[in-house]
């Protein structure tokens, strides 16, 4: 059987895919921080602390949390796009594609697996299309040594998947301020998909959109994804989002998961508190009464409070939650949550390997950070 272009299989030389059986993503006790040293001041910023997920195959699994709750340095993370000071402290990361942790491939390895296999759709899409050059050449840029075609063979793939896109090919001849925010958006997403990659990282991809062209574009991603069977991690902080185009959600709150269900039933029977703040914020078509802001401010990372992150400003915090904080624990099939108050099955948060004084990831692996 022919493969399709952009899925051909990984070179015998390269990293092989994992069992088909195994998730598309798995996510291991992953702890990230921000490493700083000025003027003799050493600073340990913790914004990705013991995270553990996975995502199923075609699956759209969306990450929630306010602003600064760690979910883009998760993301960063993920795809091993990890730059000082940023260090990866301990964890796994391993996706179906890949028979090893991701951190164990070499620079050309990562390098043949981006786009090809793990492509990404950032938040502003002036960051990914060069202003000076016309978008055709961005598809050279990013797709033409994966897909492995001839250059008129290439084009007449990329116009076939703009059309399936909805996209018209002459969008490849114009330039990126030729087009308005909502196009080039459109644009990014058929870069990030044009290889028909299994995994989609997905970074506040709507934001700063108005709500008609928020649709449209919410809308294409969904049809991409299904179209080509890719999973996704798709981040925003928009709970109404979510609530359109995930499938589970995990919500985030100080670089921790703190809880994880389906969409259904977060939006339903939310368990954690800050879940049920979210979910509480939202506008309800004929609701009079006033919105309660939630008290305080999301902790300093670089000194977070002991115990739960969240019991400064929680409404149920008792002092189970100010001595020791609640690990994530799986309370029904698909549903967990970290709170001593949400669950009795909730238990204590096992020490990190930073605390046992593990070296870096990158340290031990060998990849540059």
Known sequence: MTPEPGRDETSADGPRPAAEEAPALSVERLSAYYMTHYFGVEREVRAVDDISLSVRRNEIYGLAGESSSGKT???????????????????????????????????????????????????????????????????????????????????VAVEQHLQQLHLAANVLDAYPHELSGGMKQRVT??????????????????????????????????????????????????????ANIADRLGIMYAGRLVEEASTADIFTKPMHPYTAHLVASLPKIGELARKEALSGSPPNLSDPPVGCRFHPRCPLAMDACREASPALTTIAPGRRVACYAASPLARLIETTDRAAGAAPLGQSTGVPQ
């Open 189 to 242: 997403i058929a870069l990030a998909t044009i290889c028909r990659p299994e995994f989609i990282i997905a970074d506040e991809p709507t934001t700063a959109l108005d709500v008609i062209v928020q649709k449209d574009v919410l809308a294409m991603i969904r049809n991409a994804q299904q179209k080509i069977g890719s999973s996704m991690l798709f981040v925003t902080h928009d709970m109404t989002v979510h």
């Open 73 to 155: 340095t998760f993301l960063k993370t993920i795809a091993a796009a990890v730059r000082p000071p940023l260090t990866v402290i301990g964890g796994s990361v391993r996706y179906g594609f890949l028979d090893r942790d991701i951190y164990a491939l070499s620079p050309a390895e990562l390098s043949a697996i981006r786009w090809k296999h793990l492509s990404y759709i950032t938040q502003g899409s002036m960051n990914v299309l060069n202003p000076v050059r016309r978008v055709r050449q961005s598809f050279i840029d990013f797709a033409f040594r994966h897909m492995k075609l001839g250059r008129r063979a290439f084009f």
